[in-house]
Nanobody, 125 residues
Framework: QVQLVESGGGSVQAGGSLSLSCAASGRTFSNYAMGWFRQAPGKEREFVAAISRRGISTYYADSEKGRFTISRDNGKNTVYLRMSSLAPEDTAVYYC??????????????????WGQGTQVTVSS
C-alpha cells in the first residue's frame, strides 16, 4: 500500500495563492494515478483535480479550471496542487488520494484506494 501525507495548507486572503504537496511512501509512486479532493464543513467531499501516472493527462473540476494546477514529480514521489485566485468558497480540508485503477473515472472519490489525512485551507474575504 501507499501512505500519503499532505502539507502546505494554511490561511490566505481572497485572491491569494497556496501550493499543496502530497508526499507518498510505500509502493512505486508511478503506479498510481493521483487526485485532490476537498471537503468543506457540512458539505460532501468533492473532486478538485487529478493526474495520470506519468503526468501526461490532467483533469479538473469546472470551478477550478484556470485557477488550480495539478502536477507530479515521480522522482520525488510527490503530487502538487497550485491554487491561485482563491476565494472563500475554496475553504475546505484538502485531501490527496491514490488509485491503481485503469480506465476509471478519476473524478470519482470511490475509485481511490488510499487517502491522506488532509490539510486545511482557509480563505478569508
Amino acid at each position: 500500500q501507499v501512505q500519503l501525507v499532505e502539507s502546505g495548507g494554511g490561511s490566505v486572503q481572497a485572491g491569494g495563492s497556496l501550493s499543496l504537496s502530497c508526499a507518498a511512501s510505500g509502493r512505486t509512486f508511478s503506479n498510481y494515478a493521483m487526485g485532490w479532493f476537498r471537503q468543506a464543513p457540512g458539505k460532501e467531499r468533492e473532486f478538485v483535480a487529478a493526474i495520470s501516472r506519468r503526468g501526461i493527462s490532467t483533469y479538473y473540476a469546472d470551478s477550478e479550471k484556470g485557477r488550480f494546477t495539478i502536477s507530479r514529480d515521480n522522482g520525488k514521489n510527490t503530487v502538487y496542487l497550485r491554487m491561485s485566485s482563491l476565494a472563500p468558497e475554496d475553504t475546505a480540508v484538502y485531501y490527496c488520494a491514490a488509485t491503481t485503477g485503469v480506465g476509471i473515472n478519476l473524478k470519482a472519490d470511490h475509485e481511490y484506494d488510499y487517502w491522506g489525512q488532509g490539510t486545511q485551507v482557509t480563505v478569508s474575504s
